[in-house]
């Protein structure tokens, strides 16, 4: 969901640590060159759906991650992946599998859901023959909507993953947040009008939001400008047909058999309120669920304008939580 000024802020705090999450994996990565190589995981109509797989280029059998991208499910692709969790994770022997999903509101939120069970399905059953993946392990991590997306593979994917990190995710889809009118949005930025917002969407199904992200961004702004975003990704009005998103909601579905969990979260997001990964703590706690909550004080949405310093000790923690549930000793 990143503005430009999230998206500048983020970057420059990834550049400047880019290091502090490659734990002891560098040397290995050495070995073997990585490659990419792009499948399509599923076709509706004439629209292929794509996933980029990284790994080492040998025939190691390793376990996976999947990456899913931000961009409020409206913006965004596969190519959107974290260079600080795709260096660690292929520097310490895993595939990374990074996947496109249909985004909003040309497609809505149950088929976008479906996309990502559908990819993850895809990964466990394709993943042995395709690229030489161990899919007894998997995980899967995303940030901002990715964070959603991941949190929501935690309650619909099966097998379930074996761990999920979630960088400024949520779990609700009504609260306040996102079903009034944004009063930082509307102060910050430009009003978009209805019927510019609506000219810039509504066409044939897309993937990758990133070739028109400045047009979409003004319809994403529309949505937060006017707390509509949750009627215009679903299709379901969220005061009147509120038990409708309840499927779709990592904070009405943790169970005790819910995968390992972390979250990372900025104190002071105003995108994805820092409540959000609060509330799915407290799930977490009640059924019991391992969990890791990393807060950042005073970090903005993708950790925009944190101390360096913490933002590195946060990312520091992701391989080793990984790794606990991926590879126990």
């Known amino acids: 969901m990143f503005n430009q000024i999230h998206r500048r802020d983020f970057l ?5 640590g880019a290091a502090a999450l490659s734990i002891g994996g560098t040397a290995l990565a050495g070995k073997s060159k990585i490659v990419k190589k792009t499948y399509t995981y599923k076709t509706v109509g004439k629209l292929e759906i794509k ?38 994770l292929l520097g310490d022997g895993y595939v990374l599998v990074s996947i496109d999903y249909r985004l909003a509101p040309e497609t809505q939120l149950a088929e976008i859901v479906g996309d990502v069970e559908d990819a993850y399905r895809w990964v466990h059953e394709k993943g042995p023959e395709l690229f030489n993946a161990d899919t007894k392990r998997i995980a899967v991590l995303g940030g901002s909507a ?10 619909l994917a099966r097998p379930r993953p074996a761990v999920l990190v979630a960088f400024w995710g949520y779990g609700d889809l ?14 910050t930025q430009p009003l978009v009008k209805k019927d510019d917002a609506m000219q810039i969407v509504g066409g044939a199904p897309v993937t990758d939001g990133s070739i028109n992200s400045n047009q979409r961004r003004a319809f994403y702004l529309y949505c937060r ?49 820092y409540e959000q ?18 807060t950042v004080p005073n970090a903005g949405h993708g950790l925009s304008k944190g101390d360096p310093k913490l933002i590195n000790d946060a990312y520091a923690q992701v391989l080793p939580f990984v790794n606990k549930y991926m590879k126990p000793e």
């Open 51 to 88: 996933a980029d797989v990284y790994r080492a280029d040998d025939d190691v059998v390793r376990p996976v991650a999947i990456w899913i991208h931000g961009g409020a499910l409206i913006m965004g692709g596969r190519a959107g992946v974290s260079n600080r969790v795709k260096e660690a």
């Open 277 to 294: 990964s609060v509330l799915m703590e407290k799930q977490f706690k009640q059924h019991k669920v391992p969990h890791k909550f990393v």
């Open 12 to 16: 420059q705090t990834v550049s400047a």
């Open 146 to 155: 990715g964070g959603y997306l991941t949190l929501t593979a935690g309650i």
């Open 225 to 273: 400008q006017n707390g509509v975003w949750p009627q215009l990704v679903s299709g379901f009005d969220p005061i009147a047909q509120a038990k409708k998103f309840a499927p779709f909601e990592p904070v009405r579905g943790v169970t005790k058999e819910y995968p390992p969990t972390l979250l990372i979260h900025g104190t002071v997001d105003t995108d994805v309120p």
């Open 174 to 187: 009504v609260g306040d947040w996102y079903s009034k009118p944004s009063e930082f949005y509307r102060r």
